[in-house]
C-alpha cells in the first residue's frame, strides 16, 4: 500500500460534479505534481484530501482511513498563495507558533527554529516583523511554520502564483532541496506546466474533475492534453531576435 492512497473521491456543488471518482497513490517522499486548469477540482481534491470539505470516498495515510478526521487530527499542512502570517508576531515566532502551542520546551523551540532559518535563508530576519518583508520572504515564513511541525503529508496549491518570476523561480528551488533533505510527501498542484515538471517526481493531469496519474515523463508529454508537446516544438521553431 501507498503513503497516501485517494480511493473513488467525489464532489458535487449543487448538483453540478466537480470531482469524478478521484483515485491514485502516491508512496513516502515522493511529490505528486498536478497540472490543470482553474476550475478544473483541484484546490477541491486538496480541501478534500486536508479535511477542510467534506467529499464522498477515502482518504488514507500511512494505512490509516482518515477521511471521518478533523483536520487538526490528520498530520496534514494545507498551503496556498496567501501567506496568512501572523501580523502581530515576527518571523521567528511566526514559524515557532505551532511548536509553542505543543508546549515543547523552549531550548528545543529556539534549536528546531534556528536551524530552519538558517536552512530557509532567514536567520537575519529572525526578529522581523511580516510588514518589513518581501513577498518571497513571506511565503518562505510560511513554509517555515508548515514544516517546523513536521506534517506527515503536506499539500501545495498554486503556493508560488503570486510571485515574480525570479523569487518563483528561487522558491521552486528551495522546496525542491527542503523537499530532499527532509524527505517529504506532498502533493503540488499548479496550472503552470514548466512548474508542474520542474516540481513533481510523480505528474498528473486534471480536468473536468478527471485525474489522470503517468507512468513517466515521456508519457506526460506523450499526452496531447498536457501541451507539453506543442511547448517543445515551439521552443524548437524559436529563433531569437537578431540585431
Given at each position: 500500500m501507498d503513503f497516501l492512497d485517494i480511493k473513488n473521491i467525489q464532489k458535487s456543488f449543487g448538483g453540478a460534479r466537480v470531482l469524478n471518482g478521484i483515485t491514485f497513490g502516491l508512496a513516502e517522499h515522493q511529490t505528486l505534481a498536478i497540472l490543470g486548469r482553474s476550475g478544473c477540482g483541484k484546490t477541491t481534491l486538496l480541501k478534500i484530501i486536508a479535511?477542510?470539505?467534506?467529499?464522498?470516498?477515502?482518504?488514507?495515510?500511512?494505512?490509516?482511513?482518515?477521511?471521518?478526521?478533523?483536520?487538526?487530527?490528520?498530520?496534514?499542512?494545507?498551503?496556498?498563495?496567501?501567506?496568512?502570517?501572523?501580523?502581530?508576531?515576527?518571523v521567528f515566532e511566526n514559524i515557532a507558533f505551532g511548536l509553542r502551542l505543543r508546549a515543547l520546551p523552549e531550548a528545543e523551540i529556539q534549536s528546531r527554529v534556528?536551524?530552519?532559518?538558517?536552512?530557509?535563508?532567514?536567520?537575519?530576519?529572525?526578529?522581523?516583523?511580516?510588514?518589513?518583508?518581501?513577498?518571497?520572504?513571506?511565503?518562505?515564513?510560511?513554509?517555515?511554520?508548515a514544516l517546523i511541525v513536521e506534517p506527515r503529508l503536506l499539500l501545495?496549491?498554486?503556493p508560488f502564483g503570486a510571485l515574480d518570476t525570479e523569487t518563483r523561480g528561487a522558491m521552486q528551488t528551495l522546496f525542491k532541496n527542503i523537499a530532499a533533505r527532509q524527505g517529504i510527501t506532498s502533493v503540488f498542484v499548479t496550472h503552470d506546466l514548466?512548474?508542474?515538471?520542474?516540481?513533481?517526481?510523480?505528474?498528473?493531469?486534471?480536468?473536468?474533475g478527471l485525474l489522470h496519474i503517468y507512468d513517466s515523463l515521456d508519457a506526460f508529454a506523450a499526452d496531447e492534453k498536457t501541451g507539453m508537446r506543442q511547448e517543445i516544438e515551439?521552443?524548437?521553431?524559436?529563433?531569437?531576435f537578431q540585431s
Open positions: 479535511g477542510l470539505l467534506d467529499g464522498d470516498g477515502q482518504v488514507l495515510l500511512q494505512e490509516q482511513d482518515i477521511s471521518a478526521l478533523p483536520p487538526q487530527q490528520r498530520g496534514i499542512v494545507y498551503l496556498y498563495q496567501e501567506t496568512l502570517l501572523f501580523p502581530h508576531l515576527n534556528g536551524a530552519l532559518l538558517e536552512s530557509l535563508g532567514l536567520a537575519g530576519h529572525a526578529r522581523s516583523m511580516p510588514t518589513a518583508l518581501s513577498g518571497g520572504q513571506k511565503q518562505r515564513v510560511s513554509f517555515g511554520r501545495l496549491d498554486e514548466k512548474e508542474a515538471v520542474l516540481m513533481g517526481d510523480r505528474l498528473g493531469y486534471m480536468e473536468s515551439f521552443w524548437k521553431k524559436f529563433k531569437p
